[in-house]
């Protein structure tokens, strides 16, 4: 009666190493277009960016019962895990080569439950307010029918990437 999933991934030192050698909004271009492999982590939770733009990034996911938490529905680490990353990526689009960023907080609030019969969902990450040390950034989640399901913002701190 058990249910399994499988899911494969690619070495995480070739989208890591392009990191800093080109700028954000490019690095997030080449991911959508498959030039650079995926992140472990979307291919594990199911998860894939689809748009991008300065400023603006988009993620889908087709939520199912290996989201599940113990009362049957999609947990909420799925949502802040989609926010999160919506957020973050966002501010990456803006950032130069160089420069990267990490996450000093996320602020989340559930407003709807996910289930499989949701159908596609997609995580809307947008910058707020880019400055040269911090930056804000918020992420809707949306199902099908463009109802908001969740809201987050972050506060991101940029900073600058070794050279390789």
Known sequence: MGRTRTY??????VSAGAVGTASGLEILRDLVAGRLPSPPISRMMGFRI??????????????????????????????????DSAAGCAVHSVLPAGVGYTSL?????FLRT?????????AVG?????????????????????????????TCLVVPLPAR
């Open 114 to 122: 996910i289930t499989a019969d949701t159908g596609t969902v997609r």
């Open 105 to 109: 907080d996320l602020n989340v609030r």
């Open 126 to 154: 947008t910058v707020l307010k880019s400055g040269r040390t911090t930056c804000l950034a918020q992420a809707e989640l949306f199902d099908g029918a463009d109802r908001l399901i969740a809201h987050a913002t972050s």
């Open 8 to 13: 494969e991934w690619e070495d995480p030192a």
């Open 50 to 83: 689809t748009e991008v733009d300065a400023g603006r990034v988009v993620f889908t996911l087709e939520p199912g019962e290996e989201h599940y938490n113990p009362i049957g529905s999609v947990h909420g680490g799925v949502y802040a895990t989609l926010l």
